[in-house]
T-cell receptor, first 115, second 118 residues
């Protein structure tokens, strides 16, 4: 069964500090991995997408990495801001034979940035 | 503004009283989907629609119905709600359900409907 596991479940850091969130998956065949940010009371919003051939991708202060061999991804947040307080969800896409992609969602990491 | 709109945002109802949660998108997306989000479980797919008049079950379809009569609308129907359907529900859409090369388009989510069934 395809699974996506995220760690830690929750994290509290001080404003200005860096942090790294982890995502391990067992989805196969792998198509791509996307990180979403979900603010409280809002729907998730895509931050970045990683394909098999990509190791690192940045979006401002967010940097995602992917190791397709070990099936691990991380999301690094640099110089955190209060607005980074949110849940971060890892979503892995499987390529079905029909061409349709099936998504497996992680349960998210809840990040709280304190002043 | 491109968006997915869900209504209502909050809903409290009683067991057995039929309800409908509406979802509308203004981006001409082919693909629409419903998810429920419960603590510790992440987002789970209820139903999805590849296009008008084409719907299919997701991972947790029991107790739910959907319809896709128009491209923009994808309502979620609970014919006889039960307390275990208390959850946070999200509607999402994307241009296509298929991969385009190695990339696929992101899901665009609504802001959620918090449903409580007593």
């Amino acid at each position: 069964k395809n699974q996506v596991e995220q760690s830690p479940q929750s994290l509290i850091i001080l404003e200005g500090k860096n942090c790294t969130l982890q995502c391990n998956y067992t989805v196969s065949p792998f198509s791509n991995l996307r990180w979403y940010k979900q603010d409280t009371g809002r729907g998730p919003v895509s931050l970045t997408i990683m394909t098999f051939s990509e190791n690192t991708k940045s979006n401002g202060r967010y940097t995602a990495t992917l190791d397709a061999d070990t099936k691990q991804s991380s999301l690094h947040i640099t110089a955190s801001q209060l607005s980074d307080s949110a849940s971060y969800i890892c979503v892995v896409s499987e390529q079905e034979d029909t061409g349709r992609r099936a998504l497996t969602f992680g349960s998210g990491t809840r990040l709280q940035v304190q002043p | 503004e491109a968006q997915v709109t869900q209504n209502p945002r909050y809903l409290i109802t009683v067991t057995g009283k039929k309800l409908t949660v509406t979802c509308s998108q203004n981006m001409n997306h082919e693909y629409m989907s419903w998810y429920r989000q419960d603590p510790g479980l992440g987002l789970r797919q209820i139903y999805y629609s590849m296009n008008v008049e084409v719907t299919d079950k997701g991972d947790v379809p029991e107790g739910y119905k959907v319809s896709r009569k128009e491209k923009r609308n994808f309502p979620l129907i609970l014919e006889s709600p039960s307390p275990n359907q208390t959850s946070l529900y999200f509607c999402a859409s994307s241009p296509t359900p298929y991969s385009s090369g190695q990339y696929n388009s992101p899901l665009h989510f609504g802001n959620g409907t918090r449903l409580t069934v007593t």
